[in-house]
């Protein structure tokens, strides 16, 4: 089993930075693409940036130029910089994680979720 545990959410004015930390701890040999999802009150959950092995990232059109997406491999751990934020931003942020574990089947590839962490952009 595979827990991704997420901070650095919290309430921050329009045009202020956070930072969000996604851990993921278990039973992991390796992880593929690390990615980072939002989802504002009534509505759906949304791509924000993901990243893969290779950190290569791909953003959302929303956020390109302000947000960062960056990982460490050795601490199994994913980043999301967040500069010049907007009121929209506002979201319950989740982190996400396409594990490769081995088994008593062999090798098996899981997607996993954290718990979500709120970010709240105001004055």
């Known amino acids: 089993q595979v827990q991704l545990v997420e901070s650095g959410g919290g309430l921050v004015q329009p045009g202020g930075s956070l930072r969000l930390s996604c851990a993921a701890s278990g039973s992991i040999f390796s992880i593929n693409d690390m990615g980072w999802y939002r989802q504002a009150p009534g509505k759906q959950r949304e791509l924000v940036a993901v990243?893969?092995?290779?950190?290569?990232?791909n953003y959302a059109d929303s956020v390109k130029g302000r947000f960062t997406i960056s990982r460490d491999n050795a601490k199994n751990t994913v980043y999301l910089q967040m500069n010049s934020l907007k009121p929209e931003d506002t979201a319950v942020y989740y982190c996400?994680?396409?594990?490769?574990?081995?088994?008593?089947?062999?090798?098996?590839?899981?997607?996993?979720w954290g718990q979500g962490t709120q970010v709240t952009v105001s004055s």
């Open positions: 996400n994680a396409d594990v490769k574990s081995y088994g008593s089947r062999g090798w098996y590839v899981t997607t996993y």
């Open positions: 990243i893969t092995s290779g950190r290569s990232t």
